[in-house]
């Protein structure tokens, strides 16, 4: 039988993981919930178009809307939207963490909006330190008040569950891995709208990585070595473009030596207006 191991974190910390239920919020979200307000958070304005797409409804303690930004494949972190009056918050705590490194079914963030419970089971920051830890949200910051091993919590009845992950076609890490992230700029009217495939190739192989609209980014891990990066989408202006790859970038070829790469997507333009193309840059 697998024993759970509680990892103290403050003198009142429990004999036990705390469950969704010990931690309740009876407050009823706001009747006119706020937008998410960009000049609150200097991040805010990097993920505005995810923020502003998102649902309003409150989803966590009570006033609260807690959002999934990924960051690759199977990777998330969170922003935390306070729809009293539109404050947005990054948590340090729950930043960009991974769960890809086990086959477990408790993985990613989960949160419910009649707690103040954060749970969170997998690698953060890619420390090398894989657990379910759990957090209680005080309004405007995280308080780590428990850890455990993963894969020790039963994850039965648990709200909010993160679909599985989409499998962008991440390499597995070699020894001298790196991460690639990609970043598009919010762009102008249609365009922002008009979906781009990032394509890496070597060897032979191409597989997609990632795919983004205007305003967001992605980051994904690639092997060492040599790759060529490509940008891919139909045709803007025309919905009913059946070609997937109408529109291209030139290659980019990046070199993965165990240090981060970002990577800026924009679309290819002609004086005012949008033409079939793409722009990868450094």
Same mark, same amino acid.
């Given at each position: 039988?697998? @024993?759970i191991?509680?990892?103290a974190?403050?003198a009142g910390a429990a004999s !036990?993981?705390?469950?969704f239920?010990d931690?309740r919020?009876?407050e009823?979200?706001?009747a006119a919930?706020?937008?998410?307000?960009?000049s609150? *958070?200097?991040d805010a304005?990097r993920y505005?178009t995810?923020l502003?797409?998102s649902?309003?409804?409150?989803? %966590?303690?009570? *006033?609260?809307?807690?959002i999934? /930004?990924? &960051?690759?494949?199977?990777c998330?972190?969170?922003? /935390?939207?306070?729809?009293r009056? +539109? !404050?947005?918050f990054f948590?340090?705590? %729950?930043?960009p963490?991974?769960?890809?490194?086990?086959?477990?079914?408790?993985y990613?963030?989960? %949160?419910?909006?009649?707690s103040?419970?954060v #749970?969170?089971? $997998?690698d953060?920051?890619?420390s +090398?330190r894989?657990a =379910?830890? %759990?957090?209680?949200?005080?309004g405007t910051?995280? *308080?780590?008040?428990?850890?455990?091993p993963?894969?020790?919590v039963d994850?039965?009845?648990?709200?909010n569950?993160?679909?599985p992950?989409r499998?962008?076609?991440?390499?597995h890490?070699a020894?001298r891995?790196?991460?690639? &992230?990609f970043? !598009?700029a919010?762009d $102008? $009217?249609?365009?922002?709208l008009?979906l781009? #495939?990032l394509?890496a190739s !070597?060897?032979g192989?191409?597989r997609?990585?990632? *795919?983004?609209?205007g305003?967001?980014?992605s =980051?994904?891990e690639?092997?060492? +070595?040599?790759?060529s990066?490509?940008?891919?989408s139909t045709?803007p202006?025309?919905p009913?473009?059946p070609?997937?790859n109408? =529109?291209?970038?030139?290659p980019?070829? /990046?070199?993965?030596?165990?240090?981060?790469?970002?990577?800026t997507?924009s679309?290819?333009?002609?004086?005012?207006?949008? /033409? =079939? @193309?793409?722009?990868?840059?450094?």
């Amino acid at each position: 039988m697998l @024993g759970i191991v509680l990892v103290a974190v403050d003198a009142g910390a429990a004999s !036990r993981p705390p469950g969704f239920g010990d931690f309740r919020v009876s407050e009823p979200p706001p009747a006119a919930p706020a937008p998410a307000d960009l000049s609150s *958070h200097p991040d805010a304005r990097r993920y505005r178009t995810l923020l502003r797409r998102s649902k309003r409804d409150s989803n %966590f303690a009570g *006033h609260f809307t807690a959002i999934r /930004i990924g &960051c690759g494949s199977s990777c998330a972190q969170l922003a /935390i939207v306070d729809r009293r009056n +539109g !404050r947005v918050f990054f948590p340090a705590e %729950f930043g960009p963490m991974e769960w890809a490194v086990a086959d477990l079914e408790d993985y990613g963030y989960t %949160f419910e909006v009649t707690s103040r419970v954060v #749970r969170a089971c $997998g690698d953060p920051g890619e420390s +090398g330190r894989p657990a =379910c830890r %759990f957090y209680e949200w005080t309004g405007t910051s995280a *308080h780590l008040v428990a850890e455990v091993p993963w894969g020790a919590v039963d994850p039965a009845g648990a709200a909010n569950r993160p679909s599985p992950a989409r499998d962008f076609g991440s390499v597995h890490a070699a020894p001298r891995s790196g991460r690639v &992230c990609f970043e !598009r700029a919010e762009d $102008g $009217g249609v365009m922002n709208l008009q979906l781009v #495939r990032l394509l890496a190739s !070597r060897g032979g192989s191409s597989r997609e990585v990632a *795919h983004l609209r205007g305003g967001e980014s992605s =980051c994904v891990e690639l092997a060492g +070595g040599t790759w060529s990066l490509e940008a891919r989408s139909t045709r803007p202006y025309d919905p009913s473009s059946p070609d997937p790859n109408a =529109c291209r970038s030139s290659p980019l070829r /990046i070199r993965m030596e165990g240090k981060e790469v970002r990577v800026t997507v924009s679309p290819q333009s002609k004086g005012s207006a949008y /033409i =079939c @193309g793409w722009d990868l840059g450094r």
